[in-house]
């Protein structure tokens, strides 16, 4: 393999004065943070979530003394909260009784799994079982005794403001969590078996732990070991530690086969079309901190369908990893910028480049923690050619990352592509790192090549980013790369050929009591790209700031100033076509919510002004209603109205969707989403029940229909799937 050294040297050049940062980062010592007890419990407790009347809770001394993030930072939870932790020689437990004077008040709106815990009364923990400070995993709940579990990588780092951040909630495990509600407010149980974590192998063990309560009416966050407003749970650095725990060095092997039927029909089929799979997946702990993952026939039927995307740029659009398998510790093989330069994205796996599924032959993960501080991720998956669409490929993936003191690591990641011909193939290899500095600052860096045939010029990307965030400013600046030639197939990328220059200042500022205001963000953002020939490409000033109420209300008020450099003309919608040349644009930008706590919420986001040669009125209404925990509906429209100035005239978009969730229980549901899109005049339609044993694993019954006028031709598709998978226990 030939490497370009001498382009290797200067693009990584600047990236590696941070990366050699991280070598030299010193170790900080945490501010002093609280110490809970678990202790080994005698008697199993009965999940049922009456905590003052299970005997094997009797005795063990709880964690208590909570602290406002929000709305009074630094001040005591207004409702007390006590938490027990007890352990038995398979199983961790968590007990919490939440004490409330005003039960009738306590706000519950969702009873799915993984539902959203903000807009609820809810408790959530988070364990770091290596004490790293870095990672860790979240397990939730509400009053009507939801499962919410999480995976959090490097303290949920990445752009927040953008959405992309390190915390991966469609990771799911088995455990069991039940709840109460009485006169005195609500108490819950967790039981969590040592096989479902990841922890440091040792007789006795010191684990990070925190707690957070959320107290809707209020809109109030309250943690166990207090963070400053800017962080969440997930800064696992600043959360207590769990002292006496005894972990087992147990090995844990789980297999989940399942069965499948489907019978589809429609105008592309003779007929009608009914077949049947079987297919595996099989986990097998090889040490409680390091666990093999592999899948036979991978099927993802039970997979909600991805949404329908308006895309008014000539750039990719990003889409995100919905598959179960491919979540799992997806936050260790994530080395890139977040929706824009992804380095490995596994929606390349089993999907062709016209987006068709092709079949997943199956596939191995060997992912986890080698020591206390060395993370592994070796990944290996083949799917089979399909006629006309696409040919066999092998996907391959190695990843390292080396934790270091003070929020700090470094890593390296090398993804491969390969076809059935021996000169398909396409590599791309990468270096990352972080250094943090104090409790603030934070700086990251990534550097990548990639190898392919007949692309030998610019195959590079770079990224430098400095990240700054108090309880009063977020601050930061980004420098990045990618050349013309770099070319990730089994990765992500949104643009190529530029410069890019990122900057934002955040200010945070709450008021006292002025007009009811909870907190004002007054900021401003800038991003330019150049061509490495200097022509400036694309550039977009962004000064807005955000109105935040105590009610819930809140209101975003912004304008953006835009420039685009277009050197090839691109249709926005077939026949509507925008010209080479070079635009300035300002938009005015609104953003208005209502309390998304209450049964009855809306939303609305409107953009209006300049579009390339003409103009263009965007509006994103959202209706939310709920009745009880068990029903919930969330009506969404897009709606864009654009004008070239051409003699096309105006063109009008229209694409919505309703989804439909009812709750039986929380493990048995049942979805609807319906979507439209007048672009191609097509009607979607994606119903799922689900009832689950544990994890993912259960019974579903999926029935997707779509109808659509695809270039002149009238297509109408038709499907129902019967899906059933059990997890055994070998182990």
């Not at 990307?461 to 197939?489: C, K």
Request: glycine share 10%; charged share 25%; aromatic share 12%.
């Amino acid at each position: 393999m030939e490497m370009k050294s001498c382009n290797y040297v200067r693009y990584t050049f600047m990236p590696c004065i941070v990366l050699f940062g991280a070598f030299i980062a010193a170790a900080q010592s945490f501010a002093e943070a609280p110490v809970a007890i678990a202790h080994e419990l005698e008697i199993i407790p009965t999940i049922d979530g009456v905590v003052s009347e299970d005997s094997a809770w009797h005795g063990v001394t709880a964690a208590t003394g909570f602290w406002q993030s929000r709305p009074y930072e630094g001040q005591p939870a207004s409702q007390k909260t006590d938490v027990f932790i007890g352990f038995t020689e398979d199983s961790l437990y968590i007990a919490a009784i939440l004490h409330d004077d005003d039960p009738a008040s306590i706000i519950v709106s969702d009873s799915r799994r993984d539902a959203d815990l903000d807009e609820t009364d809810s408790f959530q923990v988070i364990l770091d079982g290596f004490k790293d400070g870095q990672n860790g995993f979240v397990f939730g709940t509400n009053p009507a005794g939801i499962q919410y579990d999480g995976q959090v990588n490097n303290e949920g780092s990445g752009d927040s403001l953008l959405g992309a951040a390190g915390f991966n909630l469609d990771w799911n495990t088995s455990w069991e969590v039940a709840t109460r509600t009485d006169e005195n407010g609500w108490s819950l149980e967790m039981a969590i078996p040592f096989k479902s974590l990841r922890y440091a192998s040792g007789e006795s063990t010191v684990w990070g732990i925190n707690f957070q309560r959320n107290i809707r009416r209020n809109k109030e966050e309250a943690f166990w070991s207090a963070l400053d407003r800017q962080h969440s749970i997930f800064r696992v650095s600043d959360a207590g530690t769990l002292r006496g725990i005894k972990a087992p060095a147990q090995r844990n092997l789980k297999f989940t086969p399942y069965v499948l039927g489907r019978g589809r029909e429609g105008s592309d089929i003779e007929g009608s079309d009914v077949d049947g799979e079987v297919g595996f997946d099989l986990k097998y702990s090889i040490t409680p901190s390091l666990t093999l993952d592999a899948t036979y026939n991978t099927d993802f039927a039970q997979v909600e369908v991805d949404d329908v995307v308006v895309n008014l740029d000539r750039f990719s659009v990003f889409i995100p990893e919905k598959r179960p398998f491919f979540l799992e510790n997806a936050g260790l093989f994530a080395v890139g910028s977040p929706q824009s330069v992804e380095l490995f994205f596994s929606r390349r796996i089993g999907i062709s480049n016209n987006g068709q599924a092709t079949p997943i032959e199956g596939g191995l993960r060997l992912s986890g923690k080698v020591g206390d501080s060395t993370n592994i991720g070796l990944l290996h998956m083949r799917s089979e050619a399909v006629d006309g669409i696409a040919p066999q490929n092998d996907y391959s993936v190695a990843r390292i990352n080396q934790e270091l003191p003070s929020r700090s690591s470094i890593g390296a990641i090398v993804v491969q592509r390969e076809g059935e011909g021996s000169d398909d193939v396409n590599r791309t290899f990468g270096v990352d790192g972080r250094w943090g500095i104090g409790d603030k600052l934070l700086l990251s860096s990534y550097v990548a090549q990639t190898e392919t045939n007949g692309l030998d010029g610019k195959d590079h990307a770079l990224q430098v980013r400095a990240d700054y965030s108090s309880e009063h400013w977020r601050n930061i600046i980004t420098y990045s790369e990618v050349g013309e030639d770099f070319n990730p197939e089994v990765g992500f990328v949104s643009r190529r050929n530029y410069r890019r220059w990122d900057g934002l200042v955040f200010r945070y500022y709450r008021p006292g009591n002025l007009w009811g205001l909870q907190e004002l963000r007054p900021h401003v953002s800038y991003r330019g790209f150049w061509g490495f020939d200097g022509e400036k490409q694309s550039s977009r000033w962004h000064v807005d700031n955000h109105w935040e109420f105590r009610t819930g209300l809140e209101v975003h008020t912004g304008v953006n100033f835009t420039h685009e450099t277009v050197r090839n003309a691109f249709d926005i919608v077939p026949g509507f076509t925008v010209p080479v040349g070079e635009y300035d644009n300002e938009e005015l930008q609104f953003v208005f919510f209502t309390n998304q706590g209450a049964p009855l919420s809306f939303e609305i986001e409107a953009i209006a002004g300049g579009f390339f040669s003409g103009d263009r009125v965007t509006l994103q209404p959202e209706l939310n209603y709920r009745i009880g925990d068990n029903f919930n509906a969330e009506l969404e429209w897009n709606y864009n109205r654009i004008d070239l100035g051409g003699p096309e005239g105006e063109v009008e978009i229209n694409v919505g969707s309703l989804r439909l969730a009812y709750s039986f229980t929380p493990k048995m549901s049942l979805e609807g989403l319906f979507q439209y899109d007048d672009r191609n005049d097509s009607t979607a339609v994606n119903l799922r029940f689900a009832w689950l044993q544990s994890a993912n694993a259960g019974l579903y019954v999926v029935y997707n229909e779509l109808k659509q006028d695809l270039f002149g031709v009238d297509r109408d598709q038709r499907e129902l799937i019967l899906k059933f998978s059990y997890i055994v226990d070998v182990l």
